[in-house]
Nanobody
Framework: EVQLQASGGGLVQAGGSLRLSCAAS????????IGWFRQAPGKEREGVSV??????FYADSVKGRFTISSDHAKNTVYLQMNSLKPEDTADYYC?????????????????WGQGTLVTVSS
């Protein structure tokens, strides 16, 4: 059974940092895409970053501030978020697209973890 467990959210001041973790089970990272998405109240879910065999990809809004990485031994994907802004406040979700290439489109992914809330105060 494919499962994704996101964690690491919290309250941080603008300019601060957080690291989110997505622990996966039921599959390995080979030939799969793992993405981070976020959804703020009243807004659509948007792609933040993706990691796959073809590399790493970022939304323009987080380029230079967020870094996605993976630890295959731990079957965990991380999202290091630096220089956080109030507009980064949202529920963050990780998702897996098994056998798929990378995409920042939420509809591309069939497996989702629960959200972890990130709140950035000004």
């Amino acid at each position: 059974e494919v499962q994704l467990q996101a964690s690491g959210g919290g309250l941080v001041q603008a300019g601060g940092s957080l690291r989110l973790s997505c622990a996966a089970s039921g599959f390995t990272f080979d030939n799969n895409a793992i993405g981070w998405f976020r959804q703020a109240p009243g807004k659509e879910r948007e792609g933040v970053s993706v990691i796959s065999g073809s590399g790493t990809f970022y939304a323009d809004s987080v380029k230079g501030r967020f870094t996605i990485s993976s630890d295959h031994a731990k079957n965990t994907v991380y999202l290091q978020m630096n220089s956080l802004k109030p507009e980064d406040t949202a529920d963050y979700y990780c998702a897996a697209g098994l056998g798929k290439l990378a995409s920042l489109r939420a509809t591309w992914y069939e497996y989702w973890g629960q959200g972890t809330l990130v709140t950035v105060s000004s």
